[in-house]
């Protein structure tokens, strides 16, 4: 029993009060002085370029794959796990191939919905986006640019809510893209080596784990959401693991997200011939 | 000695307007010293709130160059600015100069289901361990400023939608509660339906603007948002519930235990669209 009710005081009836005068002038949008508009332009100007870049690398459909002709083993991200039919012609000797007779278009389009709708609904990239391109607020103390709001309380934005289950997906693709490093140490008819190449898709699949791994859903379902940690260790050292990583989660948001973009460049450059994959030992 | 400039909201309910007052700057001091010389020398009727000097009560929270500060806290050399403006918060309702009725937060602070402990152990007493409650320890660093309050976009620019949510602060206080080792009630169904934990953007002013440097959204608000999820939006989650045959506490069950209710609003506005037990 709540003290009020021992004072038989519940329920209650109180009212909020709404549309007192407020103080402060009406006419601006913001007292500000500082540039608060430089962090949303940036995020605009990365984002944009990202998905620019990434369209225009999906959209390709070739040169995402070094192989025995070149002696290497190297996917790009954007194209692995390679399902697609198209891309056993091309990556045919790439050990992880399940082969989608039905598609034919870029196999990128078909596996890109992971890793996109993962960042989509990602808790660090909504801040991210809902500032810079939604303008909802821009910037603290900044009024927002919509008459209306509802937050993610309704359709589509309650659609977030998906997110843990884009983390499992995601999580998946993190295998694959680690078999992708491993496999990248093997160098058809050399023997096993270590190259740029190698070097460039480890990084990235340790990234992408640590991304992932520092997600806000993650944290919740490894640990998060148990009240009585003394009761469960195992998920308290996990819980208490994650969340250093956890809260540099939008640095690794960039970081992962700018790499993935970097090594896509880098398998393209070295599959059309303009580069040549140093080896390294 | 250099001058400066404050530029200070003056009037109420009735309406207002900027004054200008020019002062001297003095060494180390912050801004609420000098709102004191200006009540002290050029305008004694000027109105503000204040208490401890000291970034504890609370008590002090305005404008400063349009950033919701402690006006106690803010330094005057880490303004940049010659000329500085101060205004009241703007997301409550003025009373006068730079106070403003923050009674929209005690109204929501009722809302809330109070810790409701299960049965004592066999002695008569509680027990939890060090570990199941440090995690709350960063929320009762709150002081209740209500900075947090003034600058979520969510009320400031929206204020229709104060009859259906919290508000920030209010979370930080459903998580500590939430995560409470030995609470009993559950506030999931509440916070979705009736508090509005579904409006918050997670754009995180309000963890930008705490001077008690409480991580709100990334501690309080997304960790609330994943139970949510759980109790109402995750069938993996529904299933274990089924099988374990747990139950959830239903909004309305949830707010019987609240001291106080809003008015009967808020269910009008937000949509019930989810998985159901
Ligand atoms: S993170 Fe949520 S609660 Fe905090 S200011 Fe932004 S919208 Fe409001
Ligand atoms: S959470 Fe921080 S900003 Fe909000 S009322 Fe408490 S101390 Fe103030
Ligand atoms: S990936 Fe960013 S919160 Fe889950
Ligand atoms: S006067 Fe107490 S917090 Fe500023």
Not at chain 1, 202 to 225: D, E, F, K, P, T
Not at chain 2, 10 to 30: A, C, H, I, T
Not at chain 2, 174 to 203: K, Q, W
């Amino acid at each position: 029993m709540t003290i009020a009710q021992e004072q038989g005081t519940v329920p209650q009836v109180v009212p909020v009060e709404i549309g007192k005068a407020r103080g402060g002038p009406t006419d601006k949008s913001t007292l500000r002085t500082d540039r608060w508009w430089v962090s949303p332009a940036v995020t605009v100007t990365v984002l944009t370029s990202f998905v620019a870049y990434a369209t225009f690398a999906a959209f390709q459909g070739k040169d995402y794959y070094v192989g025995a002709k070149m002696h290497r083993n190297l996917i790009s991200p954007f194209y692995s796990p390679c399902i697609a039919e198209s891309c056993q012609r091309v990556a045919g000797s790439h050990p992880l191939g399940i082969w989608a007779s039905f598609w034919n278009f870029s196999p990128a389009l078909l596996i890109l919905i992971v890793p996109l709708g993962f960042r989509l609904t990602c808790y660090y990239y909504r801040k991210a986006y809902y500032r810079s391109f939604w303008q909802s607020p821009p910037a603290c103390g900044v009024a927002d640019g919509h008459k209306n709001y509802t937050g993610e309380t309704r359709f589509p934005l309650i659609l977030h809510n998906v997110h843990r289950y884009f983390l499992y997906l995601a999580l998946l693709f993190n295998v694959v893209l680690t078999m992708d490093a491993i496999l990248a140490f093997d160098f058809p008819g050399q023997g096993i080596g270590f190259s740029v190449g190698t070097l460039v898709l480890c990084v990235n699949a340790a990234l992408l784990w640590i991304y992932s791994v520092s997600c806000h859903a993650c944290r919740h379902i490894c640990g998060g959401q148990i009240n009585e940690f003394s009761k469960h260790r195992i998920r308290y050292r996990l819980w208490k693991m994650i969340t250093p990583l956890n809260e540099r989660h939008m640095q690794l948001a960039w970081v992962s997200l700018i790499f993935v973009a970097l090594s896509d460049l880098y398998v393209r450059l070295v599959a059309s011939g303009i580069i040549h994959d140093y080896k390294i030992f | 000695m250099t001058e400066v400039t404050m530029n200070i909201w003056r009037g109420d309910s009735n309406g207002g307007n900027f004054e200008q007052y020019k002062l001297e700057r003095v060494e180390g001091e912050v801004v609420l010293d000098v709102v004191h010389r200006i009540q002290a020398t050029l305008a004694p009727d000027l109105a503000c709130r204040w208490n401890c000097k000291a970034g504890k009560c609370g008590s002090c929270s305005a404008e400063i160059d349009g950033k919701p500060s402690l006006m106690c806290m803010t330094r005057m050399d880490t303004l940049p600015n010659d000329t500085i403006t101060i205004t009241p918060m703007k997301t409550f309702p003025i009373i006068k100069d730079l106070v403003t009725d923050v009674s929209f937060n005690y109204v929501m602070a009722r809302q809330i289901p109070p810790f409701t402990p299960g049965k004592p152990q066999p002695d008569g007493t509680y027990r939890m361990q060090q570990v199941d409650i440090d995690r709350a320890q960063e929320f009762h660093k709150c002081i209740e400023c209500f900075l947090c309050q003034d600058v979520c976009h969510v009320i400031r620019d929206h204020e229709v939608n104060k009859l259906y949510y919290a508000g920030p602060r209010f979370f930080v206080k459903l998580a500590s509660l939430e995560m409470h080792p030995l609470d009993t009630v559950d506030r999931r169904a509440l916070m979705r339906e009736y508090l509005g934990l579904g409006f918050c953007n997670i754009t995180k002013c309000c963890t930008e603007v705490c001077p008690e440097h409480i991580k709100i959204t990334d501690n309080a608000i997304i960790p609330l948002k994943e139970r949510v999820v759980d109790a109402s939006y995750d069938p993996i989650a529904w299933l274990g519930r089924k099988i374990r045959r747990k139950s959830k506490m239903t909004a309305q069950e949830a707010y019987e235990l609240a001291p106080a209710r809003v008015a009967p609003t808020s269910l009008d506005g937000i949509p019930a669209t989810a998985v159901e037990d």
